[in-house]
């Protein structure tokens, strides 16, 4: 039995969770190990004031499950976690690359999104999952405690759980405390509803100490999958009964007919889950956005073997006009994408970009494009140029316009289980002209 395998072991027996299965027993268990190992190291320059960041970078994710005699999923522990080093040391706040990497005291941090282990307690349809863990149908929602779901296969699931919010820039969490509940309704074999209501309570929060923060969070979802071709999928949510967010997708495939589509619409008041999550202090900053709109359709359609069209629409409209400003932009984009691959040689890959911004800053007609090479699987080459009108960089809290780049990127798989990455790029925007090189490895096991 390999290492990892042991610890799970020792865990499921530890807690007792799993010896109703006779899991403890190590004959009656077959175990999985699946993980990924990926180290990396990143360089950045900036021409107009010749500083640079240099940032290594490693991150690890592995899945241990056990099933029983039967085929059943008898035990499973997940870890996913992050540790990053400022190679330069803190930057400051003038500086060109000062962000999220910067706001702590240390230029070595770690981060654990997730720490967990799941198995039945009493019987098959009720499972416990103790540690840090996300609740996936609220984005960037995690905790630390314990989450305990029911699945009989009727119509009526349901989660309940309990801990304390994770907030990574906080040292300490004490009177902090999450309680929810979730239910999950199969009104028929392809429609489901899902309704969660969750307490937040955040003691001395950073921006003022002498406060005590209480939320409620409620999350409606619904997912309809019509038939094998189309899929809908709707949630909106509020905090202290005041809307959160509201979207709506619905995705269309057609394979056999060559084409597939995409439409979605989001209603956004404000960035509701920093209350439980926030990355930094600097980031609390960033939460105060103004109510807008966004909406984006998308069509691909495949002319032959070798050559695909897309159309596409993506737009933002705020609700005041007196909140345009960083971040908050108004903008139309119609763009169309042109790919073609073995049209002049074997395993070669092309696309065109076309793309029409329309805004209150200017109306601008832009476009990219790109070659790559497969030289056989997990061996690929790649160069092109690109272009945005807007882009927000959360982790420096700049908003780069008419950004311009070129890029090259090189994926080399060096056995089965391990790959090299290589990246390289130019851009220019109105800081500036930047320089940005990245090389990792990831070895999967």
Known sequence: MQPVAHIALILVCFFGLANRNGLCAQTTSNWDIRGRLDASWRYRSHS???????????????????????GANAFNFIF?????????????????FFGLSDTREHSVRGFVYGAYAEAPVLSEDLRLRVGRQEIHRQDALYFDGA??????GGPISATVYAGMPVRFYEDTRSGDLLLGAGVRWRVQRNFRLSLDQIY?????????????????LRILGLQWLRDEHTTVRASSSWLDNEPRRSEVSVFFNFPERGWWTRVHLR???????????????????LGDVAPYWTAGAELHRSFSDSADLGIGFQGRWLNKNEDYGVFNREYNRWFAILTGHDFLMTDLEAGLRADVWNSSDADILAGGAFAAYEIEKGRRFEVGTDFSKYRYDLFTGNEYLDDRQI??????????SA??????????????????????LALDF
Not at 419 to 440: I, M, N, P
Request: proline letters at 4%; zero cysteines.
């Open 80 to 96: 996913d976690g992050f540790l990053q080093a400022d190679l330069n040391g803190l930057e400051d706040p003038g500086d060109s």
């Open 407 to 416: 890029y090259g990127r090189v994926r080399y798989a060096v056995t089965d």
């Open 147 to 152: 989450m305990a779901s029911f699945d009989d």
């Open 267 to 285: 209603r956004q008041e404000d960035y509701g889950e920093v209350v439980a999550t926030d990355l930094s202090p600097f980031a609390v900053t």
């Open 419 to 440: 790959s090299f990455r290589l990246r390289v790029a130019r851009s220019r925007s109105q800081f500036g002209t930047d320089a940005f090189l990245e090389v990792s």
């Open 200 to 216: 937040l309570r955040d003691k001395a929060p950073p921006g003022d100490p002498s406060l005590t923060v209480r939320n409620d």
């Open 48 to 70: 107009n004031t010749n500083q640079n960041d240099q940032l290594a970078a490693t991150s690890a994710y592995l899945d241990a499950t056990a099933t029983d005699e039967n």
